[in-house]
Every structure is written in C-alpha cells, then in structure tokens.
C-alpha cells in the first residue's frame, strides 16, 4: 500500500509539473552540444565538494527478493533499485526520472519490464518539488546528473557484492528532463551505454552523435496526446534513413504521463534495443 501511495503522489504532482517545463528548452542544445571548459571546471569543483559516499548497506532481505530497495546514495538523497527475477541476468538499467517525479513512480511503473532484463538503478534528483517533502527533481547540470547516477550505481553495487550488477551491455534510460540527461551522458561516456531508451523527450540526436557514442540501437517513447511524439517520430525516421537501428513506440491515451500499458510497451523497447525482436505484452 505505501508503494501505491508514493506512486499515486508522485502522480498527481507529475500533473503540476508544467510550471517547470519551461526549463527544458533551455536545455536542450546542452544535450548535443560539448561542455565548455568553464562548465566542466565548475561541475569538477562541485563534485569534489560533494559528501563522501556513504558505507556499504548491510540488506535484510534475501537474495532473491526483487525489492525495490531505497539505499543512501550520498547525504539526504537515496538511491531506488530492484534485482531481476533471474539470477542470472545481470545488466545494468539505469534511469534518471523528470520533474517532479519519484523514482517509484518514474521506475515503477515499468518494473516488471525491467527485472526481466536486469538491475533497475533510478537515483533520486537533487531537490524537491514544491516543498521539502515533495517529489525530487533535477536543479543542476547534466553533468553533475552524470556524477549523481555513477554515485547511484556504486551504492546499488556495494549492496549487491561481487557477480551482482553487470556494466556489460548497460541500458541508459530517461524520462523528459532525464531523457535529455540521458542523451548528453551516452555522449560523454563512449561505449559505456551501448542501448539507450527516451521517453517524453524530444532530443536532438542523429546517427553520427550515436555513432560516436558507440550507442548500438535506440528506443523513443512518446505519449499520442502529448507534445514530443512528432519529433521523435521525426527522429526516428531520419535515423532509419540513416541505417541506423531505431524504432519508436507510442504510449496511448497519456500526455506527459505514463499510459496505463507502460509495462508492455517498455519491454518491447528493451525487447528491441536488445536486439531480440518484439515480445507479446
């Protein structure tokens, strides 16, 4: 019951998040385009005064419980995670979540889908929304997103211990604000996320930036009522023009929400950037 509470809350704020939609336009060429020496010095500098990570997490439950577990990532922020049902797979899917939205919404809604193909790893943003108890959301840069995922990871791989989480094969996943975060880490980081899934995120990418970041296949997910599904189908089509693998899949009835089938439709995106075909939902 508090799992549906925290989801249903998190829902109705994701309603009132329009009044922080302005902000992501202005952010969109930084999804594409170099950080300058001044920004990467800055986000260098507010790393090093980031707070230790904190110890490893003794786990209570058992091995195989999927969770999810919210752990401590770095002072006042935790980090969201759930083991696969299969003992043996061991991939990596990270997720940064949008505005106003808690990762057990952002992530679990689409759980399910997730623990069939690994890890699911959503760090928690670096502020709240409307109020020091509402839902997190992202206040910094791209690149200090970057930093706060990696932090994120290490506390879910310090829980899990040796032959737990899997960097091999690692899908990078994201939500609006996180899915333009999302394309400027696969940017930054060549080769370390080879599948990457967009959801509610029109971003400016092409085959040569993909390419270059040593992504493999690429999925967008857009809402039919919203206002990003035109360009991702726009950038769908020029990505297949350019003997790229891309596909787009369309979430029914929803704006800038989840539909009620994300479930089946996240792991036909994962079924495809992995490179296995569609599954039945």
């Not at 577990?69 to 990270?94: C, D, H, Q, T």
């Not at 069939?116 to 790893?121: D, L």
């Not at 809402?223 to 596909?247: I, M, S």
Request: hydrophobic share 45%.
């Amino acid at each position: 019951m508090r799992r549906l509470a925290a989801a249903l809350i998190s829902l109705a704020s994701c309603k009132g998040a329009a009044a922080t939609a302005p902000v992501e336009p202005a952010v969109r060429a930084a999804a594409i385009v170099p950080g300058d020496a001044a920004a990467e010095a800055s986000a260098a500098s507010a790393a090093e005064k980031a707070e230790p990570e904190p110890p490893p997490v003794a786990m209570a439950e058992t091995r195989d419980a999927v969770g999810p577990f919210e752990l401590p990532m770095m002072k006042g922020r935790n980090v969201w995670y759930a083991r696969p049902r299969s003992i043996g797979e061991r991939r990596l899917i990270a997720h940064l979540h949008g505005q106003c939205a808690h990762p057990s919404y952002s992530c679990g809604q689409w759980l399910d889908a997730g623990i069939e193909r690994g890890f699911v790893v959503c760090p928690t943003g670096n502020e709240r929304c409307g109020s020091p108890i509402g839902p997190p959301q992202w206040d910094e840069s791209f690149a200090l997103m970057d930093q706060d995922l990696e932090r994120g990871i290490a506390a879910a791989s310090r829980a899990e211990g040796d032959g737990g989480i899997s960097r091999a094969g690692s899908v990078m996943t994201g939500f609006s604000r996180g899915g333009w975060a999302a394309i400027d880490v696969v940017r930054r980081h060549p080769g370390r996320w080879p599948f990457l899934i967009v959801i509610e995120a029109d971003v400016t990418m092409n085959a040569a930036l993909l390419r270059a970041a040593k992504v493999e296949r690429v999925a967008l997910i857009a809402a039919d009522h919203g206002t990003e599904l035109a360009g991702e189908r726009n950038t769908v089509d020029a990505l297949k023009a350019a003997g790229f693998p891309a596909e787009l899949f369309v979430m029914p009835g929803s704006w800038h929400l989840y539909s009620t089938n994300i479930d089946a439709i996240m792991r036909q995106a994962l079924a495809f950037v992995l490179a296995d075909g569609p599954r039945d939902p």
